[in-house]
Nanobody, 125 residues
Framework: QVDLLESGGDSVQSGGSLRLSCTASGNIKGPFSMGWFRQAPGKEREGVAI???????NYADSVKGRCNISRDNTKNEVYLKMNILKPEDTAMYYCAATRSYYYTTSRDAKEFDYWGQGTQVTVSS
C-alpha cells in the first residue's frame, strides 16, 4: 500500500497562483508515475498533469502554459505550480500514483493505483 498526502490547496483570487505538493510513502518498491487530477462538483474527474519517473510530462489543454508539474524522486514528492488561476480551476485536486515499475504519462485515471484524499482549490472572480 502506498499513501499519498496532498497539501497546498487554498482559496485565491482569479489570476493568483498556488503550489500543490504531494508526498508518497509506504510500500514503494521502485520508480513510478505520479500526477494530479481534479474534480469539480457535478463533473467527471479530469487528469490535469502527469509526470513519469524520468520527468516526461503530459498536461491537459485547459492548463497548458499555466501549470508546471515537477517531482523530487529522492523524496517521492510531486508538485503542481498553478499560475493565472481561473474560476473554472475550482475543484478538489487529487494526487495519484501508479504501482512501482509502471511508467505512464496517460491522463486516464484508470492507469493509477493510489490516490490521496484531495486538497481543495477555490478561485474566486
Amino acid at each position: 500500500q502506498v499513501d499519498l498526502l496532498e497539501s497546498g490547496g487554498d482559496s485565491v483570487q482569479s489570476g493568483g497562483s498556488l503550489r500543490l505538493s504531494c508526498t508518497a510513502s509506504g510500500n514503494i518498491k521502485g520508480p513510478f508515475s505520479m500526477g494530479w487530477f481534479r474534480q469539480a462538483p457535478g463533473k467527471e474527474r479530469e487528469g490535469v498533469a502527469i509526470i513519469d519517473h524520468f520527468g516526461v510530462t503530459n498536461y491537459a489543454d485547459s492548463v497548458k502554459g499555466r501549470c508546471n508539474i515537477s517531482r523530487d524522486n529522492t523524496k517521492n514528492e510531486v508538485y503542481l505550480k498553478m499560475n493565472i488561476l481561473k474560476p473554472e480551476d475550482t475543484a478538489m485536486y487529487y494526487c495519484a500514483a501508479t504501482r512501482s515499475y509502471y511508467y505512464t504519462t496517460s491522463r486516464d485515471a484508470k492507469e493509477f493505483d493510489y490516490w490521496g484524499q484531495g486538497t481543495q482549490v477555490t478561485v474566486s472572480s
